[in-house]
């Protein structure tokens, strides 16, 4: 079994900053690509930004120049360095990490980091 936890959530001023990070723990052999989704209040879970083992990265357009995505495979740790956050990034974020273990291969979700921004 394969475990997902996000940290680094919190409140911020709008203009503000904000890093989360997910670790993933478990038998992992391998995790390809992992990712960031977001849901608010009353809305669908939607992606925010993704990237490949190799590094390429695809972003919500909502979110291009303000949010980073990154990861260290060394560590299986995805992270998102939010910037010039608005009233609109408020949500749960979760991350998700395609995972294949010595006996199968599925998604893995977090549990999941609120995100407030609001002055």
């Known amino acids: 079994q394969v475990q997902m936890v996000e940290s680094g959530g919190g409140v911020v001023q709008p203009g503000g900053s904000l890093r989360l990070s997910c670790v993933a723990s478990g038998r992992i052999f391998v995790i390809n690509t992992m990712g960031w989704y977001r849901q608010a209040p009353g809305k669908q879970r939607e992606l925010v930004a993704t990237i490949t083992r190799g590094g390429s990265t695809n972003y919500a357009d909502s979110v291009k120049g303000r949010f980073t995505i990154s990861r260290d495979n060394a560590k299986n740790t995805v992270y998102l360095q939010m910037n010039s956050l608005k009233p609109e990034d408020t949500a749960v974020y979760y991350c998700?990490?395609?995972?294949?273990?010595?006996?199968?291969?599925?998604?893995?979700w977090g549990r999941g980091t609120q995100v407030t921004v609001s002055s």
């Open positions: 998700n990490a395609g995972v294949i273990t010595t006996t199968n291969a599925y998604d893995a």
